[in-house]
């Protein structure tokens, strides 16, 4: 089966990312475009490992509160009026058939995935004419840029493809694209304790899935358990554990000891302003210097935050604290030598996620109580060094650290994750091949993820695009560090994902549609140097009509806001040549405004909740 030749999108990876940056690109889109939406594995489709409800119990609920899952941040209240409206409670059990969903409570991280199907249902119910949605299932194992200076077409290899199109023919197949986006996800390191049984009955390798989760609830009540792992992935076992009668001991073994911080029950969320940390001199002193100031400046930001917010609950002052910081990061961290950077992401990594994301009490109630008082969960500070098999069936675990090396004998072992971010250590086949080829490098400062400009564009080794890919969600993460200062569990961080989606649609919709031009420097120097108070009045309404434009979910609104936009932009370029600039041209213009427009969107220096007061998209009159 051949594909029409029209401008085409290609995604690779259907999870939270892949769906996300769908939705946005045929919510955005001007002109005609093909979306193919790629899946190696059918059952992460809308979901990836984190939601896809065969390998989440209903009691592994979201970490952070129902009211900020919305994957719209322009609608904070998006996926709570879906739980509550729209969702089919068909076959939920007792516990959350008749739950009403709330702002500050708990939501099973499993509903997500039908969630993300509406919403993307939605996007193309409602895409203009000539927008398509084509969902593909299969491993993309290759990619190749058409052209060698990173522009033109670039071609993606499917392997074990079946189309979800009537009449497609299953098997390998070449897909020709204008633009490819990686929204790869997770990539699984093995653990090198396990080597020796990753097969055996006793351990689970993988929690996060169906047959994880039968096997940790197929084991005896008062069986020994050894949890690798003491923060949510943990949490998530032992939790399951607990709440079905486990009576047996349940040991949670770490490197680091630390554990999950509590959000209060009516916990939302807040950003804060706060004086930017004092964490170096005229020039880097190293390691053991930056931390004994980083220790200094926390506390006293605590102490700063305690007189000047004394409303704020003492289990989130490290989360305001942690987000307020975020923006003056990077340019501490551009001081520090790569290697020193390394290792201090290596060393406090655990601790910089228990710092900037805590858990709702639904998930920490039964293990915290469990631990206090010399309960049935244990907590063990140390390194796993080896997993052995025993005569008798069960497993023995070898741990070693600060205190005496000890052994603990389980009838279950439950690992983690095993996340890898080193991405020239990665299995998949594709990363694999772009890192051989060039195409795509490890993240040069911090050995996580791989290079990328600020639209999401993929990097070459000479630090230029190599192709036209962008990328969206976890391969961004060393980026995201130095670019952003965005520390602690970037795995998971859903508003990071949901402004790249935002992002990189905006970027590559402005690349292929025949409505914008570049370059732009013309019309940004016009906008911004020189700019009297009539421009600046008309361009702010510009990109605040285009803001409304980009934030319509329905086709007839777009229609109206895109006809408002091309007045707003009419006025604006009458100002402009007014106050004696040049004629800038209409896709130039228009570049500018969409641009600032998708920073708007994008704003993080704000709550959501607040972000749709200050786009007046919340009841405010709408401006034209």
């Not at 190696?40 to 900020?68: C, K």
């Not at 390798?205 to 039968?214: D, N, V």
């Not at 996340?419 to 400062?445: F, I, K, M, Q």
């Not at 976890?474 to 961080?493: S, V």
């Amino acid at each position: 089966m051949g594909f029409p030749e029209t401008r085409r999108v290609v995604i690779v990876g259907a999870g939270l990312a892949g769906t996300a940056t769908a939705i946005r690109l045929m919510q955005f889109a001007r002109e005609p475009l093909q979306v193919v939406l790629i899946e190696r594995r059918p059952e992460y489709r809308s979901a990836g490992v984190a939601y896809h409800p065969s390998g989440n119990h209903w009691h592994h609920v979201f970490n952070i509160q129902a009211g900020r899952m919305s994957m719209f941040r322009e609608d904070v209240d998006d996926f709570v009026d879906w739980a509550n409206t729209e969702a089919d409670r068909t076959g939920w059990p007792p516990g959350w058939s008749g739950f009403t969903f709330t702002e500050s409570g708990p939501a099973p991280r499993r509903l997500y995935a039908g969630y993300l199907r509406a919403r993307l249902a939605e996007a193309a119910r409602e895409a203009p004419d000539g927008v398509e949605l084509l969902e593909v299932d299969g491993e993309a194992v290759d990619m190749t840029a058409r052209t060698a200076d990173g522009t033109g077409r670039v071609r993606v290899i499917v392997e074990g493809r079946s189309s979800k199109r009537p009449g497609a023919a299953p098997g390998p197949m070449t897909i020709d694209a204008d633009h490819a986006v990686l929204a790869t996800g997770l990539e699984e390191r093995k653990p090198p304790f396990a080597a020796g049984v990753e097969d055996h009955p006793c351990f689970v390798r993988h929690p996060y899935s169906e047959q994880g989760i039968e096997r940790i609830l197929g084991v005896r009540r008062d069986a020994e358990v050894a949890v690798i792992g003491t923060l949510l992935s943990a949490y998530d076992s032992a939790s399951l554990l607990l709440r079905h009668g486990h009576t047996g001991k349940i040991h949670m073994i770490s490197r680091s000891g630390l554990t999950l911080r509590t959000y209060p029950s009516d916990h939302r969320h807040h950003v804060l302003d706060l004086p930017a940390p004092r964490l170096h001199a005229d020039g880097y002193e190293g390691c053991d210097e930056l931390v004994r100031r980083f220790r200094d400046e926390w506390e006293r930001a605590c102490a700063l935050l305690a007189r000047r917010h004394p409303g704020v609950a003492p289990a989130v002052v490290s989360e305001r604290i942690a987000k307020s910081w975020e923006p003056r990061l990077p340019e501490v961290l551009a001081r520090i030598p790569s290697a020193d950077l390394r290792a201090l992401l290596d060393r406090y990594g655990s601790l910089l996620a228990t710092l900037r994301v805590s858990a709702v009490p639904y998930i920490t109630e039964f293990v915290d109580a469990a631990i206090a008082d010399g309960g049935p969960v244990a907590l063990t500070t140390g390194t796993v060094g080896g997993i052995t098999a025993t005569e008798t069936g069960t497993l023995r675990v070898a741990v070693s650290g600060p205190a005496p090396a000890r052994t603990i004998e389980a009838d279950l072992v439950i690992s983690n994750f095993g996340r890898e971010t080193d991405y020239g250590r990665v299995g998949s086949a594709l990363w694999r091949n772009l890192l051989r080829r060039g195409t795509a490098v490890p993240h040069r400062r911090t050995g996580r993820g791989v290079e990328v400009d600020g639209h999401g564009f993929l990097l070459g080794a000479a630090g230029v695009r190599t192709a036209p890919v962008t990328v969206v969600g976890c391969p961004r993460e060393g980026d995201e560090i130095t670019r952003y200062g965005r520390m602690g569990a970037f795995t998971f961080n859903l508003a990071a994902i949901k402004n790249h989606s935002v992002g990189v649609a905006a970027a590559v919709l402005r690349d292929l549609e025949s409505c914008y031009d570049e370059p732009a420097e013309t019309a940004s120097r016009a906008v911004a140097h020189g700019a009297d108070d009539e421009v600046r009045a008309a361009f702010a309404r510009a990109v605040r009509l285009d803001v409304h434009r980009m934030a319509a979910r329905r086709r007839r609104d777009r229609l109206a806001r895109a006809a408002r936009l091309a007045s707003g932009l009419r006025a604006l370029r009458g100002a402009m040549t007014a106050g004696g600039e040049a004629p800038v041209p209409d896709g130039a213009l228009r570049f500018v405004v969409n641009a600032a427009a998708t920073a708007r969107l994008n704003d993080l220096s704000v709550t959501p909740r607040e972000l749709r007061a200050l786009l007046e998209l919340d009841g405010s009159p709408e401006p034209g």
